[in-house]
């Protein structure tokens, strides 16, 4: 046996000496590799404390905020500055007493969902629905919370209704008055009468009986 696998095998034997007799060696490029481990699953109870835990965060956040507003401002902070009402997280908006920016007030339209770009026209053929004044809702005067609110039959909840033009005025034309004929004697031969049998010193002569009141 030559040196060189005496050497060879002198490691071999040492290597599975630290390994002991249980181990294996793996051949190089060979290792399996390990299972990823299965996300686990969140219940329910776990999901409502981990939002309590944000909304509790975003609160104190938030008190942070302010308390810090008030050191900045000082007392004046709560007369001058309102509570936003379109803003989720530490919002809050100075109150216009005077005429808001017309970029300012399309920005708020549009968190609004309203389209204040559009100068639209008023429509000929409707007008505002005057049961509902426009809302498409009327009070039902029901006490309970679902039902106080019902829509207005009026307009079918449209807010709005056909405009319905005024008739118009008849003209009735004036009938002309009959030129005045000598009383008719009885008898007479030149008796004249109108095509409804009426003589001619009638006050109704010659006029159709529709038009006679």
Partial sequence: MSAATELANAEAD????ELGPDEEL???????????????????????????????KVDREDERHVKRYREIFGDEFDDIYKE???????????????????????AVAAVLGEDAGTDYKEAEFSETCPNCDGLGQVLSGAKTQHGQLVVCRKCQGNGWIEKIA???????????????????????????????????????????????T
């Fill in 166 to 212: 005024p008739l118009p005025t008849p003209v009735l034309s004036a009938v002309p008055t009959p030129a005045a004929l000598p009383p008719v004697q009885v008898g007479d031969p030149n008796a004249v009468f109108d095509q409804w049998g009426r003589p001619a010193d009638h006050k109704h002569f010659g006029m159709d009986p529709r038009y006679v």
């Fill in 14 to 17: 040492a290597v599975e000496a």
């Fill in 26 to 56: 793996e051949p190089d490029g060979e290792q399996e590799a390990e299972p990823e481990p299965e996300p686990e699953v969140e219940d329910e109870a776990s999901i409502l404390r981990r939002i309590k835990d944000v909304n509790d």
């Fill in 84 to 106: 936003c009402p379109v803003c989720q997280l530490a919002g809050w908006a100075f109150p216009y007493e005077g005429q808001m920016l017309e970029d300012q007030r399309a």
